[in-house]
């Protein structure tokens, strides 16, 4: 029996538990790490790397995929990854209070924290994921990514408002209770969202050959020339995207001279406009008809428009283009790339082979979460390497960013030669070949 196609609704739904992933996410990756740095006076590359481990664990990504490819269904592993992300980010908060009387009890708490929300992002964020390309009609794809991330960023947006509220004046018992709060309302509203939303009959049909290891199955994915290209072309693009995060706003206070609450409403009009860009991508790839055409061109434009940016913010110092009007079509051609690039990625898994789905969009996943991990301390390691060999900061700075811009364009590069690309192959079909190789 073929799974009814997903409605808007429905898309709604999957957003709902996107917006509790990232109502969870936003207190361990910002709030915690605040916490750390001012009131526990903790060095700021602690956090840094606690969150690096969050990233690491998400290598796990195409595990997760190939279970649930293997069992036939999503809604469990979603489930249980949400719990898990929610016991994580509980963990992370009494670690954190933990530190204020007992640091290394607290560190290694921490420690076991971050790598559980890692595992739980993982588990739950892929197969979502999967869900939404199996289940979306090409016409609905980039607009229901636009949905599914805004919602996300909603939760982000949301949590903040509220936590920061509740956690006045702070103390270490008010930081655990409102993690808990948080972390338990984020998993009871994912349920709500996720409950009975796959169906009792969309379990995958049972397989006749012997079944297929993990190891096997990652290997014969890899060898698809589909796949494995756009597992490159997302590290590097999202090596680009994330590298200019922790880098952009020190550039504007040395450069223009900018107090810390005019860098912090350049940073506000760069998320407006990924915002912006994804909309304007949603509609226009809804528009389309969902025509791959129209996507791979949205997605090569996206980043030949961010490589662009990032060459003249590169190049602000003659002050032709204001910064904040560069920042703005930063963030624009980044939206239009992130959006567009998820679409591509759903409908690479969603007309692929079933069974090895949920593997090849992990393996996506996790070539994200990584290089995603890596861009923030790339930038700043790149930064201060530059400007040790030169001693000139400011030359740093633009070096990093057109070596972010040259990404982009790598990027594009990589996406354009996507566009021609024969069917995705079936990982029994690619097995049969390797063994004639052999």
Known sequence: MTPRPFGWLDIVRIGLLQTALGAILVLTTSTLNRVMVVEYALPATLPGLLVGLHHAAQILRPRWGFASDRGGRRTPWIIGGMAVLAVGGFLAAVATAWMATAPEAGLALAVLAFVTIGVGVGAAGTNALILLAERVEDGRREPAATIVWVMMIVGFILTAGFAGKALDPYSAERLVAVSGAVSLMAFLLAVAAITGLE??????????????????????????????????????????????????????????????????????????????????????????????????????????????????????????IPIGVLVVLLGLANGVFAVSAIGMMMGLAGTGPRESRGTRMGLWGASQAIAFGLGGLAGTVAVDLVTLATGQQILSYQTVFAAEGLLFLGAAWIAAALLGRPAPLSASSLARTGDAGE
């Open 199 to 320: 169906g009792d009959g969309d379990r995958a049909p049972s397989r006749t050959g012997p079944a297929i290891p993990f190891s096997a199955m990652l290997a014969s994915v890899w060898q698809d020339p589909t796949a494995r290209r756009f597992t490159v072309f997302i590290f590097v693009s999202m090596l680009a995207y994330s590298a200019q995060d922790l880098i952009l706003e020190p550039y504007a206070g040395l450069l223009f001279g900018m107090t810390p609450g005019e860098t912090t409403r350049l940073g506000g009009l760069q998320n407006g406009g990924v915002l912006a860009g994804m909309v304007i991508a949603g509609l226009t790839g809804h528009a389309a008809g969902g025509r791959s055409s129209v996507l791979g061109l949205q997605v090569v434009g996206g980043c030949i428009g961010s490589a662009a940016a990032l060459l003249l913010i590169a190049d602000a110092a003659d002050g032709g």
